[in-house]
């Protein structure tokens, strides 16, 4: 291993932790950061001159290192958050606790993450190379790095961050300067037309450069769902609260019919996602007549040595949190499952269904095992952890193989990036969470308060619940994503102005694939410039 790789790799893997934690929580979505680490790793190992012959190899190993504290930074982000929704004094306790608020964060990302990643030793050979599945994001890396615009492309990121940094110090300051752009911007005051109410709307102007860049990297897929559930509580949401059910507070109503909107996701999810796993389970013991089709899976010695100190930490971190015994073998073999589709569905198309197949696994074991409400959110986190690294894992291995890298050397810097995550996902959490509130502007967890939703559905006013059933069923018949029409249901305005404006601002270019880079560029600078303020308010 390559001492520079592995500094490279380490910072990388901080600097995705951190991101993607902020991010997910802040939006909707979890972008993937690898293609933005490939940019910054190459742009690096440019400045220091490594050889040409090394060249492509350090920045996929650098890269697979760091996209590992990315997709473990999302999956926490996406279901933690759901015990402070909850049960607001038990996550602020855990909060003055720091210590122990960090280890229950870093217990959980080791148990869960080194069984993503066993899992994925497990899945390798059988999806890469019997099924010889895509795996989109290894090959657009492979591209990437091979690519003779790369230079041109990291130029692109350079500009990216540098505008980023120059608009938080021109609106915090720096040093002796002081900022003069405002944070806030009210674009419009209350209006009221019969039926119909319009909320003001105050841009928050911190954060709109990253919700801008992320708007426009993920274009009319985030736009169109976010565009229709503003439109939707304006048009439909406000005047049903007001004509019909008036006895019911605004914001009551609007989390009881986004509650039967989670519910019909959830119940849709029920109906398809048994279909996805019992032709998996039947593949693996299917006859040796169909060997073709068979998934076989071959254990080492070495795997079996891994596999029972993964299943040590597991028992020891569910133990703690006092899981009945059954349920911790409930929990291990359905995420091992479960981590399986996710990366089939994932070699395919590219996407990672994290929250569906956590819903899959948590909801039973609400009602067979009768647990309490941090023991359903840890399954939740649980799975998509395991669920996310072992697909993360597999797409750098897709990219490992197309550069004819060793997958045994990629295992190892994966397991740096891992360790590096894990160790810091706590602090990152920690000091997000107590610089800004869960549930503001800032920091709305859409995710995870979407997974609280689903917890306490048997606690808001049915009809009111089976409007939104019946309005997430129509979203998913004319192929609208719910959970986005849901973000821009209960988010803030500006936040859902934000990411549409960067959507729709695709439209005017050619070519946007060329602006990708500066976009990933002004996310990274807004969001830790953003996190490097509340590190220094909170030091003072």
Known sequence: ???????????????????????????????????????????????????????????????????????????????????????????????????????????????????????????????????????????????????????????????????????????????????????????????????????????????????????????????????????????????????FFSHIKPFDFILAFCSGMVVSGAISGFISTPKALYKTISKMFSSKKDTGKKINFSLSTNSIIQGALVFVLIFSFLTYFKFPFLSQIYLIIFTAICAYQIAIISGKIGLA????????????????????????????????????????????????QLLKIKISTVKRYQVVGLLTSAIFIGVVFWLITSFFQLGSPELFAQRAQARRLLINCGSFDLYVLAIGFVFGYILKFIKVSPMLVLGGLLMPMDISIGLIAGGMSTLLFKNKEKIYPFASGLFAANSLWILGQAALKLLK
């Open 353 to 400: 269904q994290l929250g569906r197949f956590a819903t899959f696994v948590m909801v039973p074991a609400m009602f067979i095992f009768k647990l309490d409400f941090v023991q359903l959110v840890l399954i939740s986190t649980f799975v998509e952890i395991a669920g996310g690294v072992a697909t993360d894992a597999l797409f750098s291995r897709k990219l490992a």
């Open 1 to 243: 291993m390559s001492i520079v790789v592995i500094f490279v790799g380490i910072g990388l893997s901080i600097f995705s932790t951190a991101i993607m934690s902020y991010i997910a929580m802040a939006t909707p979505i979890g972008p993937w950061i690898a293609p933005t680490l490939v940019l910054f790793s190459s742009f690096i190992f440019k400045i220091i001159s490594i050889k040409k012959d090394c060249y492509n190899k350090y920045i996929a190993l650098a890269t697979s290192a760091g996209s590992v504290g990315g997709i473990l930074a999302t999956a926490c982000a996406f279901s933690y958050p759901t015990i402070y929704f909850l049960d607001k004094s038990t996550y602020l306790a855990w909060m003055a606790s720091p210590i122990y608020f960090i280890g229950v964060l870093c217990g959980l990302a080791i148990s869960a993450g080194f069984f993503g990643l066993w899992i994925a030793d497990q899945i390798q050979v059988p999806l890469i190379d019997k099924q010889k599945l895509n795996f989109p994001i290894g090959q657009l890396l492979y591209k990437m790095i091979s690519s003779q615009q790369e230079l041109k492309k990291s130029k692109n990121l350079f500009v990216g961050l540098a505008s980023g940094v120059v608009y938080g110090i021109f609106q915090d300051g720096f040093i002796f300067f002081r900022g003069f752009l405002p944070k806030t911007l009210v674009l419009l005051g209350k209006v009221r037309l019969a039926i119909f109410c319009l909320s003001p709307i105050r841009l928050t102007l911190t954060i709109m450069p990253m919700l801008w860049a992320i708007g426009f990297v993920t274009g009319h897929v985030i736009a169109i769902p976010l565009g229709v559930g503003a439109l939707s509580k304006i048009l439909i949401l406000d005047p049903i609260n007001s004509a």
